[in-house]
């Protein structure tokens, strides 16, 4: 079974700097996608950017951009120029690309906090 | 609106009772997953459905159930209901090809007293 692992229970970052969130997953697959979601206060579930196993280049997505090590099986996020908008849980997870196994397996979260 | 409807939005029942909580995917949606979010914690998968049947299982207590209906729509029953079964509650859709990520809906909150 794959597992996810989010090390970093609370982060905290001034608003315009750069915070990146960690990420190391554990699976035997050799394709898969991975997923970064944000939780706002709304508690609305909302995908940030997402990266495929077999491409080496890093997904970004305007500030949002990820360093996807598949070796070491890690997918930090790293946000640019935080606002206060980015205040939210943060959720990595996993998704099998084989056929019948589409769930997506959480991590247990990242709660980023804006300083203004 | 994510195109992911679930209701009601929130649901206060007592312990031992039953209670149906609701979800209709995003238009072209066929598998639907239900999760269970606790206090403060992840996203716990419960169960898939896809086109009407059943294609996984997470870690689903005995005590739910789900169905998916031929309008694709899916219905998540809790029954005897414990005060741990205190949750957020989160359907979200997938198309046929859903690598792009899964559509959430916003959850039912649902209290048990």
């Known amino acids: ?116 | 609106d994510s195109g992911v409807t679930q209701t009601p939005k929130h649901l206060i029942t007592a312990t031992g009772q039953r209670v149906t909580l609701r979800c209709s995917p995003r238009s072209g949606d066929l598998s639907v997953y239900w999760y269970q979010q606790s206090l403060d914690q992840g996203l716990q998968f419960l169960i898939q459905y896809y086109n009407g049947e059943e294609r996984a299982k997470g870690n689903i207590l005995e005590r739910f159930s789900a169905q998916q209906f031929p309008d694709l729509h899916s219905e998540l029953n809790l029954s005897s209901l414990e005060l741990g079964d205190s949750a957020l509650y989160f359907c979200a859709s997938g198309g046929p090809d859903s690598t792009y990520g899964y559509t959430f809906g916003s959850g039912t909150r649902l209290t048990v007293v």
């Open chain 1, 1 to 116: 079974a794959q597992t996810v692992t989010q090390s970093q229970p609370e982060m905290s970052v001034q608003e315009a700097e750069t915070v990146t969130l960690s990420c190391t997953y554990d699976t035997s697959e050799s394709d898969y996608y991975l997923f970064w979601y944000k939780q706002p206060p709304s508690r609305q579930m909302i995908l940030v950017i997402r990266q495929e196993a077999y491409k080496q280049q890093n997904a970004t997505e305007n500030r949002f951009s990820v360093n996807f090590q598949k070796a070491a099986k890690s997918f930090s996020l790293k946000i640019s120029d935080s606002q206060l908008g980015d205040a939210a849980m943060y959720f990595c997870a996993y998704r099998s690309a084989n056929f019948g196994n589409e769930k997506l397996t959480f991590g247990t979260g990242t709660r980023l906090t804006i300083i203004p």
